[in-house]
Structure formats: C-alpha cells, structure tokens
C-alpha cells in the first residue's frame, strides 16, 4: 500500500496519498490548494489519482479538490449533508471503497460538521480528519451551534473508540491549527495511545462533554466563511502567476519581510506580517479584507511566492502582484525590554499587550493596556493613549511587530519589543483569574 502524510506547518493541516501501485491507482484526501506536492508524489510512486475524497467542507482553507477535478478530470466524493455546489459522488455511513487491492471504510463522524466523516484503510490505520486529532477533539463551533455540534462529536468519538487499539490514527490537523486547542505536535498516534492520553476521550457522559467543549475562547478566522464558501461553492480554479509590479499603485501593501528588515525602512502603509514567522496565513488573515487591492512586499520572488502560496490558502485568491522595491520612506524603532522598564517607570510611554486573553491571564505588566493584535485594524486606536509612544509586546515579538505595523498605518507612534516578551519581563507581573476558572 501507498500511503503518503503531507503536512503544511504553517496552518497545521495534514492531507494524505494512498493507493495502490501495483493498480497504479490512488485516492487523494483532503487536499490543499497547491495540489503540486500530490501530483509530484503519485507520479514518482507511479500512480494515477483517481478520486479525491473529502472528510467535510474545510474552514480553515481553501480546499485543491476544485483543481484536481478541473485538470485531471478526477471525481470528488463527499457526504451529502455538505451539500456541495459542484458535481460529487455522494459517501454514506459503512460504505466501502476500493483503490486497487486497498479498501477505505467511511464512518459518517458529525460533530466538526455535520457532514464530517473519517475513513478507515485496510483495517490498519483511520484518517480522523477533523474529530479526533493527537491529543484533543475537533471545536464544535464553526458550523453549527456550539452545543449542538458537541453532542454529535461526542457520539462521534465513541465509535472512533471501538476501533481496536492498534489501529494508528492520522489527524485532518497537528498543533498550529485554530481547529484545537491542546493539539500535539506529533503527525500520528493509535486509537490505544489516544484512549489512554487524550482527555476528550475520557468523558463517559455526553452532558459533561458538551459543557467542557461547548464554551471555546478559540479565536475564529475572520476567513472562515469565505473559505467554506469557496470550498462548497463551484470549484475553484488555479490562479495565474503572481507578477513583479514596477509600481504597488494604491493597494493594501502587506510587508512579508522579517520584523527587522521591515522596522529598518518601509513602504508607507504597510502591514507586516512575515512570512517567515509562524502561522503566517491565519494572522495575515485577520490584518488583510479579501476585498482589497492586495500587494506584497517581498526580499525576492521566492519569498513573494511562498506569501502568495500561504495567503491563497487561506482565501485571499486574487493578488494584485508583489514588490521587491519601494519608496521605503518610513521606520520604526523597536524597543528592548530593558529600555521598556526605564521608559515605563518615567512614565513616558503607554505598553500594548497584544496576546490573547487568556495568554495575558496568566501573566501582564502592570498598567498596560490590552487588545489582542487580531482586533487591532477594525478596533483602531479606540482607548489607546496616543499622546505618547505605544509600545507593542506579546510573548516572542511577531505579534507585536504586526501589532506596531497596523498602529503606525494608522498614525500612531508605534515601537515593538521583537527580542522578548511578557513572560521575560524583568519587573514585576498580574496575573488575572476569572471567575469560575481553576
């Protein structure tokens, strides 16, 4: 059996190759947009893909199945409560599927969606998709009601159960992704390991289960409707080449170069998000409007194609082009936490902590104002102190550097800490307990 995990770390997603190379046949699930790295692969084990098989309708990005079937002419299957827009071959509960001498079982798992479904290979391994994943469950939330979703996970993760423990299980997502909170890094596990480990799994009682999962403080994607209409709506094409542009024109101008690079001399305007930081397309996505003119700024081509790849997978299909030249008239001065404690105790400066919540429950400096970076283009500077400096810290300095960005397009004198955080602070910190946490 051919069996192939790709895993993009960026969104923490994972997508899988399996076939038959003796038949010269395989399913393809799951894909991503850049469905390059799937054809290379089935082409080097001497396999043809002959059907893309979709766990559910994706939320978090854009989905390759439209590509596969527009240019190779390969039929898509999905389960019908997804009620797709485009043509499909409809998967039902206990359905069995045949690639060659390989078998692929479909276990109709609701809960993500009410469409979701794992699939079972050669009765060895299971491909979760979004419900099981290595260490935690799927969040309930995005397609329907919280509570709701909860219960059909719940009944979901019980028949996941029953598998035997031997069978290895292969996420839909590993650590990175938004669709989890206490997802583990590691690619694989076994249903043994999982019921032994995993605290989603311990819960006997759908009740309790659904007032631990239903109340989630996850941020959702600004991207996430766009994505799953894209992904339900009429395939999606490839786009053309990204194009090296003389001149940004008026445009959304997002800087992909590194926090000190883009600190050292910029094009008026511009966000920076790099791409070379983690998580670069979902916190792109909650800087960027898809509706806007969108060009980037990259150190060459390589780097503008890896941006556009990443930015694409997420939603935002039609860039204006990219930039490596500018008229990079403005900087920023980035601020050193031992500079951040002197200027602090003069008084001179007001500090922005833009972690999460509950990131800044667990430890913040004393008198700083908090509004997680994600909020910060649509919240503007409501409440921010502008008279003076506004220095810009989360844990390890990317946020911040994002965080500084959309601040000084918006005027304000911004400056971020980018060698540290909170949790380095010298000075004393608060920490904040809500009421009816532990």
């Not at 527009?70 to 827009?85: D, F, Y």
């Not at 094409?237 to 600190?263: N, Q, S």
Request: proline residues 6%; hydrophobic residues 40%; contains cysteine.
């Amino acid at each position: 059996m051919l069996f192939r995990q790709f895993v993009d770390d960026d969104l923490g997603c994972a997508s899988y190759l399996i076939g038959d190379p003796s038949k010269g046949e395989a399913f393809l699930v799951d894909p991503a947009y850049a469905i390059e790295q799937y054809l290379e692969a089935a082409d080097e084990a001497g396999v043809r893909i002959v059907r893309v098989l979709e766990t559910h309708t994706h939320a978090d990005h854009v989905s390759g199945h439209g590509r596969v079937a527009l240019e190779h002419g390969v039929p898509i299957s999905v389960h019908p409560l997804a009620e797709p827009e485009f043509p499909f071959e409809p998967l039902e509960d206990g359905q069995e599927l045949q690639v060659g001498s390989v078998s692929v079982r479909v276990i109709h798992t609701p809960g993500h969606r009410p469409e979701h479904c794992a699939f079972v290979v050669d009765d060895g391994l299971v491909l979760t998709g979004d419900s099981l994943f290595i260490g935690d469950a799927a969040r309930p939330d995005l397609a329907i009601e919280a509570r709701e979703g909860a219960e059909g996970l719940f009944h979901s993760l019980q028949r996941l159960k029953e598998l035997p423990d031997t069978y290895e299980v292969y996420p839909g997502h590993v650590a990175g992704s938004l669709c989890g909170a206490a997802m583990s890094p590691d690619h694989s596990s076994t249903i043994g390991d999982e019921k032994r480990t995993n605290a989603k799994l311990e819960y006997g009682d759908v009740q309790a289960f659904i007032n631990a999962t239903a109340s989630l403080s996850t941020p959702r994607p600004p991207t996430t409707a766009r994505v799953v209409a894209l992904n339900k709506g009429p395939f999606v094409r490839a786009t053309a080449k990204l194009e090296h542009l003389a001149d940004p024109g008026k445009a959304t101008i997002l800087d992909v170069r590194t926090a000190e690079t883009h600190a050292a001399g910029h094009v008026h305007g511009a966000f920076n998000v790099p791409a070379s930081g983690s998580s670069f397309a979902t916190r792109a996505g909650f800087v960027l409007d898809p509706e806007e003119r969108i060009v980037i700024h990259a150190t060459d081509e390589a780097e503008a194609a890896e941006a556009a790849r990443g930015l694409r997978a997420v939603g935002f299909l039609e860039l204006a082009g990219y930039v490596t030249q500018g008229q990079m008239t403005e900087t920023s001065v980035p601020i050193e936490l031992g500079e951040l404690e002197q200027l602090l105790e003069q008084g001179v400066v007001q500090v922005l902590d833009v972690r999460e919540k509950s990131e800044r429950d667990e430890a913040y400096i004393p008198g700083s104002l908090h509004i997680p970076f994600r909020l910060l283009r649509g919240f503007g500077t409501e409440g921010v102190n502008t008279d003076k400096p506004v220095v810009t810290i989360c844990e390890s300095g990317m946020r911040a550097s994002i965080a500084a960005s959309v601040l000084t397009a918006a005027g304000v004198d911004a400056r971020p800490v980018l060698n540290g955080g909170v949790n380095d602070w010298p000075g004393g910190t608060v920490s904040f307990r809500r009421c009816g946490s532990t």
